[in-house]
């Protein structure tokens, strides 16, 4: 059974600073890992999806990285702004079917002190 | 497209009675998820079905619990009767064929039983 884990549950560091978010899953067997982003009271947003065979995905200010055989990946956010402040999920989609299911971590709440 | 399309967004009901959520899919998308999100539990996947069909349905939480696919573009969640601990954000997101199997989600339906 795929078990999920975000580190660390909460995060506030002042406008300006680079950051890491890290996610770890226990199945290496995976297709490929999405991160989210939620703000209070919305639903989820993609923001990167990395393919099982991809090292790392950019978009923006954002880079993921994947590690399959360590079972992790890592989100990284440069030059973070306050507009940044949101909860962070990762999800890996277990195996290769088209039926996969996908199991979250519970998130790193992020604030972007200005 | 409009995305996923949830309803209601907010249901307010009293324990015992029965509550019925909607989600539209992504058109041509075919594998729909339901997830329920509460600050105790997190993110958890309840059922997901892939062309209209229940594929694992173990995180359903008890027999009140039900979900039907009747065709591609509808899906409903119900709970029968419902109880003031099933009060949570529940979630629908899909997913297409494509080779990114990216996941979408709807915004949710915040439900309250009192």
């Known amino acids: 059974k795929q078990e999920v884990t975000q580190i660390p549950a909460a995060l506030s560091v002042p406008e300006g600073e680079n950051l890491v978010l890290n996610c770890s899953f226990t199945d290496s067997a995976i297709y490929n890992l999405q991160w989210f982003r939620q703000d209070p009271g919305k639903g989820l947003t993609s923001l990167l999806l990395i393919q099982s065979s991809q090292r790392e995905q950019t978009s923006g200010r954002l880079n993921a990285s994947l590690d399959k055989s360590s079972g992790r990946s890592t989100l990284y956010i440069a030059a973070s702004q306050p507009g940044d402040s949101a909860t962070y999920l990762c999800?890996?989609?277990?195996?290769?079917?088209?039926?996969?299911?996908?199991?979250f971590g519970s998130g790193t709440r992020l604030s972007i002190r200005p | 497209d409009a995305g996923v399309i949830q309803s209601p967004r907010h249901e307010v009901t009293e324990m015992g009675q029965e509550v019925t959520l909607r989600c539209k899919p992504i058109?041509?998308?075919?594998?729909l998820f339901w997830y329920r999100q509460t600050m105790m539990r997190g993110l958890e996947l309840l059922i997901y079905?892939?062309?209209?069909?229940?594929?694992?349905d173990s995180g359903m939480p008890e027999d009140r619990f039900s979900a039907k696919m009747p065709n591609a573009s509808f899906s409903t969640l119900k709970i029968q009767p419902s109880e003031p601990r099933d009060s949570a954000v529940y979630f629908c997101?899909?997913?297409?064929?494509?080779?990114?199997?990216?996941?979408?989600f709807g915004e949710g339906s915040r439900l309250t039983v009192l």
């Open positions: 997101a899909s997913r297409g064929l494509d080779n990114t199997g990216e996941l979408f």
């Open positions: 079905f892939n062309n209209n069909v229940p594929i694992d």
């Open positions: 058109s041509g998308h075919n594998s």
């Open positions: 999800a890996p989609r277990a195996g290769y079917s088209s039926a996969s299911k996908i199991i």
